[in-house]
Nanobody, 119 residues
């Protein structure tokens, strides 16, 4: 199995920045076969997509974060990252790292890390 461990969450003022990290317990040769993503869930809301980066490096963002968030990956470090800039209070949520094998046969989630953006 692949274990994902998020870090970097915390409390930040509106307009500030945070960088989330997701470390995967898998070798780099296999990490490169996973599509990586970040999702978030606020109290009373559905879990929503924040960003994805495919095994080939293609990225996707919803309009709510486009231009403010950047997802990246470092296959040599078996890690994915989410750089969050210009944070807004509505970004407050638990952020989860996700890894999906290219063929869809495996899907893993991290434990989540809390991001709180104050007004």
């Amino acid at each position: 199995q692949v274990q994902l461990v998020e870090s970097g969450g915390g409390l930040v003022q509106a307009g500030g920045s945070l960088r989330l990290s997701c470390a995967a317990s898998v070798g780099s040769i296999f990490f490169s076969l996973y599509d990586m993503g970040w999702y978030r869930q606020a109290p009373g809301k559905q879990r929503e997509l924040v960003a994805t980066i495919s095994s080939s490096g293609n990225t996707n963002y919803p309009d709510s974060v486009k231009g403010r968030f950047t997802i990246s990956r470092d296959n040599a470090k078996n890690s994915a990252y989410l750089q969050m800039n210009s944070l807004k209070p509505e970004d407050t949520a638990v952020y989860y790292c996700n890894a999906k094998l290219w063929n869809g046969s495996k899907n893993y989630w991290g434990q989540g890390t809390q991001v709180t953006v104050s007004s």
